[in-house]
């Protein structure tokens, strides 16, 4: 783990998903290292847990875990982070993956979790800064979306709390959407580890609304998930529009 002060911090990189509708090609590539300007997605997201100098990075590994494990053994010959796989038989689900992983809290201070699926320009460090400037256990990175109904979204208060998140709402209260990427302090991801339940954000963030708070990422952010998509970061990237991104 890596200390920034007296704080140690880990990583979740929840990257096992099927990658289906980017099929054919994730029929052979799973999704995490799918290439975008010829760096796969793992690799950008490498780059930016380096510069936040976050410590030790699971990887939940499923769908063509080998090409996976080839990447990890790469990476974990040069400079931190230290990458582990963990292996799922059967899709645990983004809340079952922390359940998981409730060792990963052991003997750290905070986690970063992050879906590796998506193309961001976000500052890591920023936001570890950001959380430690705070009393609540939870930080949940955001950003403005166009159509709030198709996203998880967050209400803030004057403190940058969130007091309310509902997954997909019929009548959003704001436009800001969840970015897939928070720090938890350890003992929180211990109690959420012990919750159970199969995601994320159904079944483990509604309960701990009034215990986040929020930071708006005003730059790059995309949602690798469709090819449509794949071609936009491509053109994103190569345009310079990326920009900050790692």
């Known amino acids: 783990m890596s200390e920034a002060g007296d704080r140690r911090t880990g990583a979740l990189l929840l990257a096992g998903g099927l990658g289906t509708r980017l099929r054919p090609l994730t029929d052979r590539v799973p999704k995490c290292l799918v290439e975008i300007g010829g760096r796969s997605l793992l690799d950008h997201w490498r780059e930016a847990l380096a510069a936040a100098e976050v410590g030790e990075v699971r990887i939940n590994t499923h769908h063509l875990p080998e090409p996976v494990r080839d990447w990890i053994e790469i990476a974990n010959r040069s400079a931190p982070p230290r990458f582990v796989e963990s292996f799922e038989a059967e899709l645990l689900g983004s809340a079952g993956t922390i359940s998981a992983n409730r ?144």
């Open 103 to 246: 060792d990963l809290a052991d003997g750290c201070d905070e986690i970063v979790v992050v879906y590796a699926d998506n193309l961001s320009s976000v500052d890591l460090g920023s936001v570890l800064a950001f959380h430690r400037g705070h009393a609540d256990p939870f930080t949940m990175v955001l950003f403005r979306c166009d159509e709030p109904r198709r996203c998880g979204i967050a209400e803030l208060d004057k403190d940058n709390r969130i007091v309310s998140f509902v997954e997909k709402p019929e009548s959003p209260r704001s436009d800001l959407a969840n970015a897939g990427i928070y720090v938890v302090d350890a003992d929180l991801f211990r109690e959420l580890a012990d919750v159970g339940g199969f995601d994320i954000a159904f079944d483990l963030l509604p309960r701990i609304a009034g215990r986040m708070r929020g930071i708006l990422h005003a730059g790059y952010h995309r949602d690798i998930g469709t090819p449509e998509s794949l071609r936009q970061a491509e053109a994103d990237l190569a345009s310079g529009l990326v920009s900050g991104s790692r």
